[in-house]
């Protein structure tokens, strides 16, 4: 199965706003509207990335927390990093 121009872009809107990509997204929303996409499917779009993107920090938030708390212990403390 091949996916359409139409949802393709709509894709894209997506993982545009889920990427944080203002130029992505603005090239996207122009393309969707160029394959006749309709501005609720663009706002339904954009709505899935946010909600995307929100869980996806949310993860984050909460990784990045609890590496801070195991950092400032003593017992957590370790000498290894990164590159």
């Known amino acids: 199965m091949k996916l ?14 889920t ?3 203002l130029s992505c997204l603005e090239y996207h929303v122009g393309k ?3 394959y006749g996409v309709d501005e609720q499917e663009i706002v339904q ?17 909460k990784l990045a927390e609890s590496l801070r708390r195991a950092a400032s212990s003593p017992a957590g403390a370790s000498t290894a990093c990164c590159g």
């Open 4 to 17: 359409d121009d139409r949802i393709t872009e709509l894709v894209a809107i997506g993982a545009s706003v």
């Open 19 to 21: 990427a944080n990509c």
């Open 32 to 34: 969707a509207k160029e």
């Open 45 to 61: 779009a954009v709505d899935v990335g946010k909600m995307v993107r929100k869980g996806a920090a949310g993860k984050m938030d």
